[in-house]
């Protein structure tokens, strides 16, 4: 099983960056798959996810109406598109798939603990 995040970078605040996450070697699509993200100092966060029961999205409530998720199901890819970045999304994020596809009782679950496998992160740095 591999994940590998790519597209960090140094950005101003202000502009976008698009990051990607190829996947291989389990279905992707039974499983949800999304972002995470950890600041320096700071626990690991969930940024975004795309539920594999439900169809549905989620997004962290810092990052809605900024960030939006996407797959290239035929590559086993998932993107997390960034507008509008603010320092405070500087961070290494992290791609994770989670096989109970995160979508539980009515909400989603997305946190580190649940999550299956784990991608090594690739640092964004926003400045000012």
């Known amino acids: 099983v591999q994940l590998v995040e790519s597209g960090g970078g140094l950005v101003q605040a202000g502009e976008s960056l698009t990051l990607s996450c190829a996947t291989s070697?389990?279905?992707?699509?039974?499983?949800?798959i999304g972002w995470f993200r950890q600041a320096p100092g700071k626990e690991r966060e969930g940024v975004s996810c795309l539920g594999s029961t439900d169809g549905g999205t989620y997004y962290a409530e810092s990052v809605k109406g900024r960030f939006t998720i996407s797959t290239d199901k035929n590559n086993m890819t998932v993107y997390l598109q960034k507008n509008r970045m603010k320092m405070e999304d500087t961070g290494v994020y992290y791609c994770?798939?989670?096989?109970?596809?995160?979508?539980?009782?009515?909400?989603?679950?997305?946190?580190?603990?649940?999550?299956?496998?784990w991608g090594k992160g690739t640092l964004v740095t926003v400045s000012s």
């Open positions: 994770a798939a989670d096989y109970r596809g995160a979508y539980r009782r009515g909400a989603y679950y997305w946190v580190s603990q649940s999550m299956d496998y």
């Open positions: 070697g389990f279905n992707f699509a039974d499983y949800a």
